[in-house]
């Protein structure tokens, strides 16, 4: 049976160095507390006798104790500045400091989105640079900059293609979908309204370009496309697929999440693709979620411009300025969808994508996706007589194995990734995508020196080695070094308990 729940083996319940750590709540004590204040001299009541009459029950810890507390939390977490972390589809790429820096400048870190725009030009101007930049790289006549993630740069361009069908009178009602696709793309043309149809893969991991064909007509409003797809594969029939959607009146809307491949080298525009988001995050090396919020950008054709939504930065007689509201012409936002989140997008992440481009110029952005294709195929050459590739041939920037290999070992993916913990190393991205059994895709990034690779493919060999001798019990009870090993994660996500409750003896009136 799987091992579960705390560590067992020491006296204290620490393992090592890495400290057990209750919730605060469960630490303080009323009345202990970091700070001295004296006795207030004049304390009349102004709460008309509705003064609280119990205690507050908040917990109260000394200053050495709250350090303890959130600096032990803070080493909990596993970063991509704490070590490897070849989670595919996710590009958890190094974040350089020099961002950082830049984000922090006293006069961009200061800013505040309700100032006057006479005193934010040169934050619109980098805003404007940023648009700029983008529509560069991707060869795209316009971009919308204010979603705040993937996901919801995919729900502003579904909107746009809805809307610009309407504008024509045009009620379809499809999206095709690849069954590969990441699942923000069903979901989002879903939230849109429409009714989702799969697109089978080829036998080479690409979307069969008979498929698409015999499922579009002039009920299909869009595809929804990864390029390169999370396979990790570059879909090759990508211009007849364009030109076929095309034909019949529909838009093609590609996922740009894995825009780190072909930044540099390849700019969707050429491609046919009507809108696509990209992830900062992702691409620019902005931090992930508990880093910082995402921003998700989205490029647009010519056709899809007028809908972008609010607000957006226009070039005007007196500067920079912000179009805020629907005006009386397109290029003053008549034909917008609206708005998609508070002012006007993450600015923290603009700078440091800005940075970041700037920093490494149109050449370094290209040796980026060259880097990082060449790691994924590092992986790939070291692994592949040991692994079972999914698919035949070089891979772009991430590399998908499948659980062949595992076959008859009593060993599964997930026991496989926990035992890559107990190594020191994050899991893969494991069971995405649904195409192949068992699926374990790896995305090195393009940062990752040749010695970080190497020692990865020495432990993953070594892992495999194991498997197939017969030590299924190894893979089992991992991870064996955490302060937690396997979680019931299922419970978790049906039963999450959001609250929490004083044990009964600390518990206030
Ligand atoms: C990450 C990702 C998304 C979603 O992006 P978020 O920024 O996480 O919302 C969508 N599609 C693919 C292929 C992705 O890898």
Redesign the pocket.
């Known amino acids: 049976m799987a091992a579960t729940g705390r560590t067992p083996g020491t006296i204290s319940g620490n393992r090592g160095l890495q400290i057990e750590e209750p919730l605060i709540f469960e630490q303080g004590g009323v009345g202990r507390t970091g700070v001295d204040f004296e006795e207030p001299v004049r304390r009349e009541d102004r709460l008309g006798g509705l003064a609280r009459e119990g205690e507050i029950g908040l917990p109260g810890l000394s200053e050495p104790e709250v350090m303890r507390h959130f600096m032990r939390l803070s080493q909990k977490n596993f970063a991509i500045d704490a070590g490897f972390y070849p989670l595919g589809?996710?590009?958890m790429k190094h974040n350089p400091r020099l961002n950082e820096r830049l984000a922090r400048l006293p006069g961009l870190g200061d800013l505040h989105p309700m100032q006057p725009e006479a005193t934010v030009q040169g934050a619109l101007e980098l805003i404007d640079s940023l648009a700029r930049w983008l529509k560069l790289l991707t060869g795209m006549e316009a971009v919308a900059l204010s979603p705040a993630?993937?996901?919801?740069?995919?729900l502003c361009g579904m909107m746009c293609i809805r809307a610009a069908l309407e504008a024509k009178g045009d009620a379809r009602r499809r999206v095709l979908v690849p069954e590969s696709?990441?699942g923000?793309?069903p979901a989002t043309a879903a939230a849109c309204g429409y009714e989702i149809d799969a697109v089978a893969n080829n036998a080479r991991g690409r979307v069969d370009l008979g498929a698409v064909k015999a499922k579009l007509n002039d009920d299909v409003a869009a595809i929804m496309l990864?390029n390169p797809n999370?396979c990790g594969l570059f879909e090759d029939e990508i211009l007849e697929i364009a030109r076929a959607v095309h034909e019949v009146g529909a838009y093609f809307y590609c996922?740009g999440?894995?825009f780190n491949a072909i930044v540099g080298k390849v700019r969707p525009g050429d491609l046919g693709i009507d809108a696509m988001h990209l992830?900062l995050?992702?691409t620019f090396s902005t931090p992930h979620g508990g880093g910082g919020p995402?921003s998700?950008p989205v490029v647009l054709s010519g056709a899809l411009a007028p809908f972008a939504p609010l607000p957006f930065v226009v070039h005007g007689e007196e500067g920079f300025r912000l179009v805020e509201h629907r005006g009386e012409t397109e290029d003053e936002g008549q034909r917008a969808i609206g708005r998609l989140k508070g002012f006007h997008g993450q600015m923290g992440m603009f700078i440091r994508a800005l940075a970041y481009m700037m920093s490494h110029g149109g050449d370094g952005l290209r040796q980026v996706a060259e880097d990082a294709v060449l790691n994924a195929n590092y992986l790939l050459a070291g692994l592949e007589d040991v692994l079972t590739v999914s698919y035949p041939g070089h891979c772009m920037h991430e590399v998908l194995f499948d659980d062949g290999f595992l076959e008859d070992t009593g060993v599964s993916t997930l026991d496989f990734a926990k035992a890559l913990i107990d190594e020191g190393f994050h899991p893969t991205t494991i069971y995405f995508p649904l195409v192949v059994r068992g699926a374990m895709l790896m995305e090195p990034t393009e940062t990752e020196s040749k010695a970080a690779l190497d020692q990865f493919i020495a432990t993953v060999r070594g892992l495999a080695a194991a498997a197939k001798s017969g030590d299924a019990a190894k893979f089992h009870d991992a991870p064996k070094l955490t302060p937690r090993r396997r979680l019931d994660e299922t419970g978790a996500a049906r039963h999450p308990v959001l609250r929490w409750r004083p044990a009964p003896d600390k518990a206030a009136g």
């Open positions: 589809s996710c590009t993630a993937g996901a919801q740069g995919e696709a990441h923000t793309n990864t999370t996922d999440a894995n992830n995050h992702k995402g998700g």
